[in-house]
């Protein structure tokens, strides 16, 4: 029988130019689980509020951290695909998809098309409706078009799984003696988009079981099994959420809210690691790594160190293997 393992990452434009931004965010902005509005108040806000001004600046910041083989978060979505591909050939075909852009997840599914089992790794550890089920819901959509469905495996989430855990615990341990503080910076999402799956506004530390998906409390179950897996203090480290869109509130504290107070606490050396994603990407290179850092060094601290994401990191190859193998 033969075994597919479909690799599902956001995006990223096809170069870091005006035009290839706008294409970019065109398709991510308009996705109704990313701007959760009726369709005539997110057409509205996507063509009146950001093409117009946002591909600009976005295109200057993909410049700042583009290398010389391409986006950042594509040369390490395709290093990971080579990896995981060598460890399971002789059991499984791996395809990778971008729910946005290129590769896309239908051509992706093209390639695993004559697999009988597919299992479907959305690479987002913590589930959110804008990203994980963005993602899933055009793998279904795609598939419902096909006459024969393979048997379907679906990962929604992996935020605690073990293998995870120990890859992004292995990159943060050898920064821990050098430096003052250890702040763990999540991608934000809206709290609307808390408050539709029934979180309250203000999550207490531990959701209910029954609220499992809460994406911030998942992000809070992934710093304590961090923070354990290092053996930190509770006044060592802490959680923030960075990249907010526009005026509504977003789930807090944010990152660059927090930033002053650790600096006032007289925290000089700081590091920031970003376990809501798994490949170093704009969000992790140019927002925290230069942004971030810029900021920093202003108020009066003396370095920040963005702490690199898991990307293809041996052990995090070994945790990917593990889940297609156990799915």
């Not at 059991?91 to 971008?98: K, P």
């Not at 994406?215 to 809070?220: A, E, L, V």
């Not at 959680?239 to 789930?251: D, E, M, N, Y």
Request: aromatic share 8%; net charge neutral.
């Amino acid at each position: 029988m033969k075994q597919g393992l479909l690799l599902i990452n956001l995006g990223t434009p096809d170069a870091p130019d005006v035009a290839s931004v706008r294409r970019y965010l065109h398709e991510f902005l308009t996705d109704k689980r990313v701007i959760d509005l009726p369709a005539p108040l997110r057409y509205l806000l996507v063509y009146a509020f950001i093409l117009p001004f946002r591909p600009r600046s976005s295109a200057h910041a993909y410049q700042e951290v583009w290398t010389d083989e391409g986006s950042p978060l594509m040369v390490h979505s395709l290093a990971l695909l080579a990896k995981v591909q060598q460890r399971l050939a002789a059991t499984h075909q791996v395809a990778l998809g971008m729910r946005y852009g290129q590769p896309s997840i239908a051509s992706a599914l093209q390639q695993l098309s004559a697999c009988d089992e597919l299992t479907v790794l959305p690479l987002y550890p913590q589930y959110s409706s804008a990203a994980t089920g963005s993602s899933i819901e055009k793998v279904l959509t795609l598939l419902a078009e096909k006459n024969t469905l393979p048997s379907l495996h679906i990962i929604r989430d992996f935020y605690q799984h073990p293998g995870f855990i120990a890859a992004q615990a292995a990159l943060i341990k050898p920064y821990l003696a050098d430096h003052d503080y250890l702040l763990f910076s999540y991608h934000g999402i809206p709290e609307r988009h808390l408050e539709r799956n029934g979180c309250k506004p203000v999550c207490a530390a531990l959701c209910p079981p029954d609220q499992s998906s809460c994406y911030r409390s998942q992000c809070q179950a992934t710093t304590r099994a961090l923070a354990g897996a290092l053996s930190l203090d509770e006044d060592r480290y802490s959680s923030a959420f960075q990249s907010r869109l526009g005026k509504t509130p977003w789930i807090q504290p944010y990152t660059d809210v927090e930033l002053p107070k650790l600096a006032q606490k007289g925290i000089r050396r700081l590091a920031i690691a970003c376990p809501s994603f798994v490949a170093d990407c704009l969000e992790t290179l140019e927002e925290i790594g230069i942004r971030a850092k810029a900021q920093w060094l202003q108020l009066g601290g003396e370095e920040l160190t963005l702490i690199p994401c898991v990307n293809d990191q041996d052990l995090w190859v070994d945790a990917v293997v593990d889940i297609a193998r156990k799915a």
